[in-house]
């Protein structure tokens, strides 16, 4: 086993994602002057995003809707349910960043493709029978999870502001702070965030996805570009992790601890409520192995393109690193978990 998890581990690190993460620190470490102009960088954020939009939205629009419904329902509420344990959890340990905790929940609520198509190339060595629709589940956690960890980040900093407001004049803060938020605040932040540019271009794609026809652009031009962009977007996120490593010195106990355990926890939430689903609506065994592997993942895709949009404060070194170096090789080596729980609970 602990072969298994050395070999996982290397296989991870010659990816391109975790590779190109690392190449950009090693400059950044060797005091490299290469830069990204931030024009570049924002264009190519964009361009991920819609290609994730896109492909999401094509999946729907060829998915049975009423077979679809209700497992795209819990699949966005285990995303969130996720995201709120992280928040709970991670976010409030002393020493971390509660914007760092805040991204790196969001991060292990959001879905890994790789992983998703690495556990349906399992089931299908093994010729166990999973819903054609699968696919489609992925945008409804995914998204449920970004949008949920950036509204409870910027309502953890709202409520930090209204308390300096309400400082005592010696700078301490008075018991009498409120605790609540002004009235319309939260619909604000709503606002805000699905107008913001990351999950602007996510629900753009999204919609042409699903309404339009827009498959031949997809596949000749936003799936070409799709790996060369992210993997200048993992430079980019490595140089900048590398300057801001410092500041997990202290606590990267607390991220090893999540990276390792989370994906267990959250996999387990997302078998339980595949088991759910499979008593509701005769969801397959297939298909509850594999929500359980979409809420075992964490995003390498979506995920850190979005959150370094909307969550700038937040340390790459921190969510991209826990994600990426530990949850996703114990999300792999979770699958055959899954697969034997499924087997023995309902059978495959």
Do not use: C
């Not at 991204?103 to 089931?123: K, N, R």
């Not at 805000?192 to 602007?200: G, K, L, N, V």
């Not at 387990?268 to 075992?296: E, K």
């Amino acid at each position: 086993m602990l072969i298994d998890i050395a070999t996982t581990i290397v296989e991870q690190v010659q990816k391109p994602t975790l590779a190109f993460l690392i190449g950009g620190m090693a400059l950044a470490a060797f005091g490299s002057k290469l830069e990204i102009p931030e024009p570049v960088y924002k264009w190519i954020v964009f361009l991920l995003l819609m290609k994730v939009g896109l492909g999401a939205g094509i999946s729907v629009r060829e998915a049975n809707l009423l077979d679809l419904a209700v497992p795209a329902l819990f699949a966005a509420l285990v995303g969130i349910a996720i995201v709120l344990l992280g928040t709970g959890t991670l976010a409030r340990l002393r020493g971390v960043n509660p914007m760092d905790g805040y991204a790196t929940a969001g991060l292990f609520g959001a879905v890994s493709a790789s992983t998703l198509a690495a556990a349906m190339a399992m089931l299908d060595s093994e010729g166990i029978a999973y819903e054609g629709f699968i696919g489609a589940l992925y945008p409804f956690m995914d998204i449920a999870a970004l949008v949920t960890a950036i509204v409870l980040a910027r309502l953890s900093a709202e409520r930090k502001a209204a308390a300096a407001i309400n400082a005592s004049p010696d700078g301490t803060a008075t018991a009498t702070a409120p605790q609540g938020l002004p009235k319309g605040m939260v619909k604000g932040i709503l606002v805000d965030t699905f107008r913001s540019a990351a999950i602007s271009a996510l629900l753009l794609g999204l919609a042409l996805g699903i309404l339009a026809r827009p498959d031949s652009v997809y596949e000749s031009f936003y799936e070409i570009l799709f790996r060369g962009l992210l993997s200048i977007l993992m430079l980019i996120m490595g140089m900048e992790a590398w300057s801001r490593l410092s500041e997990l010195r202290g606590v990267a106990h607390a991220y090893i601890a999540y990276g390792l355990l989370a994906p267990l926890v959250h996999g387990a939430l997302g078998f339980g409520t595949g088991l759910i689903i499979h008593q509701i609506t005769g969801f397959s065994g297939g298909g509850v192995v594999l929500l359980a592997v979409m809420a075992a993942s964490s995003s390498d895709i979506s995920g850190p393109p979005t959150l370094r949009a909307a969550l700038p404060e937040a340390n790459p070194s921190s969510y991209v690193g826990t994600s990426t170096g530990l949850g996703t090789p114990v999300a792999i080596l979770s699958i055959p978990l899954w697969i034997a729980l499924a087997d023995l609970t309902i059978g495959l």
